[in-house]
């Protein structure tokens, strides 16, 4: 399984998994050039994918579903909810891309990659992320929440690869030149994950397997790279996780991250 987030952030959304069989995208809120652009610089082959699954609705991770999904004639994956909002806002057509409802908790086969999406807290009408797994080989997408629940928690621990949000640093986000009632959507139960309540998050799920963890979708006015990696290294430490048996990686809005092969 080769792994990479090709784009992270409000600005657009893009994750692609690859393995001998097939490749599958995790949203798509770019153009398909850029998209193209940045599969191609990441090493990925565009006419393997044959899925995409959808985690919302937000213009972020879905603007540029229809124009790949007719480019490539992919399978939209997507809660029912999701797929009707979907074709409300004219991203895809009913009767024109083909897509298939999942159900959260629920395990879906694509070719060699078994998929289960699970719920997860933010203003969309059914959010998801997704854990896909390959033989023994574990990863986890969460991101655009505003907490994890501890049942969701002993659902997902022990996975070889995070992918995981870190939207804001609490201070920066009030400081911020946004509106006032932006801010107060971010940091609510149905927002984005700050950095330390992610971290905390990390700390309870990572496992004896667990060896690689993405920051993602990082606020380009609440946030800072390093600031995000320093406040992570610091509360896994302070919870006795040793940093010695992790890769941490950043993620950016149009750059594709690190690519790891599983």
């Not at 809660?79 to 629920?106: F, L």
Request: overall charge negative.
């Amino acid at each position: 399984m080769k792994i990479c987030v090709l784009s992270s952030g409000s600005v657009g959304n893009a994750t692609i998994i690859e393995t001998d069989q097939t490749a599958i995208l995790i949203d798509n809120g770019l153009s398909l050039k850029k998209l193209q652009e940045l599969i191609k610089q990441s090493g990925f082959d565009e006419n393997k994918i044959e899925h995409i699954l959808i985690t919302h609705e937000h213009s972020d991770h879905i603007k540029g579903v229809g124009v790949c999904t007719r480019k490539w004639k992919l399978n939209v994956c997507a809660t029912q909810k999701t797929i009707e909002e979907m074709y409300r806002k004219k991203i895809i057509k009913p009767d024109v891309e083909q897509t298939m409802a999942v159900e959260k908790d629920q395990w879906i086969q694509l070719g060699d990659l078994s998929v289960m999406p699970f719920r997860i807290s933010h203003d969309a009408v059914d959010p998801v992320g997704y854990m896909i797994q390959q033989e023994d080989k574990r990863l986890v997408y969460v991101t655009d929440t505003g907490y994890i629940t501890g049942d969701i928690l002993k659902t997902l621990g022990n996975a070889d690869v995070y992918i995981m949000e870190t939207n804001h640093n609490v201070e920066m986000l009030q400081m911020c030149n946004r509106p006032w009632a932006l801010k107060q959507r971010i940091l609510d139960d149905c927002g984005h994950l700050s950095n330390e309540d992610s971290a905390y998050a990390m700390s309870q799920l990572i496992g004896d397997k667990t060896k690689h963890i993405y920051l993602a979708h990082l606020s380009q006015e609440a946030n800072l790279p390093d600031l995000a990696m320093m406040t992570v290294r610091h509360v896994l430490r302070e919870e006795n996780i040793n940093l010695d048996c992790l890769n941490l990686y950043m993620t950016y809005p149009m750059q594709p991250s690190k690519v790891i092969q599983l």
